[in-house]
């Protein structure tokens, strides 16, 4: 059974830093891309992951709202994805999942887009 599990959020103040870890079981994170996404309070799930990372290439993706502050990164010994979010905003609060993806590009802009495995989340906050 395919199993991905978040951990890290927390209440962080305006400008902080947290790291979110995505734990994988039933699949080797090597072998997939895998993408971090996010639900903000009273909205629906982005479409488009925040940040991904295809390891059959090594590339990284990230959304422009967190482009410069967020870094995207894997163990492959831990079979771990992590997501570094520096200088974090109030718009920063979600709860965060990480997941399978695809990687596309259309007319020049590249996303990243969930498949079929999924965590169940992690609560970020970003108040003082």
């Known amino acids: 059974e395919v199993q991905l599990a978040e951990s890290g959020g927390g209440l962080v103040q305006p400008g902080g830093s947290l790291r979110l870890s995505c734990a994988a079981s039933?699949?080797?994170?090597?072998?997939?891309?895998i993408g971090w996404f996010r639900q903000a309070p009273g909205k629906e799930r982005e479409g488009k992951g925040v940040?991904?990372?295809?390891?059959?290439?090594?590339?990284?993706y990230y959304a422009d709202s967190v482009k410069g502050r967020f870094t995207i990164s894997s163990d492959i010994a831990k079979n771990t994805v992590y997501l570094q979010m520096n200088s974090l905003k109030p718009e920063d609060t979600a709860v965060y999942y990480c997941?399978?993806?695809?990687?596309?590009?259309?007319?020049?802009?590249?996303?990243?887009?969930?498949?079929?495995?999924w965590g169940k989340g992690t609560l970020v906050t970003v108040s003082s």
């Open positions: 997941a399978t993806v695809i990687v596309l590009t259309t007319n020049g802009v590249t996303g990243c887009y969930g498949r079929d495995a």
């Open positions: 039933g699949l080797t994170v090597d072998d997939h891309a």
């Open positions: 940040s991904c990372i295809s390891h059959s290439d090594g590339s990284t």
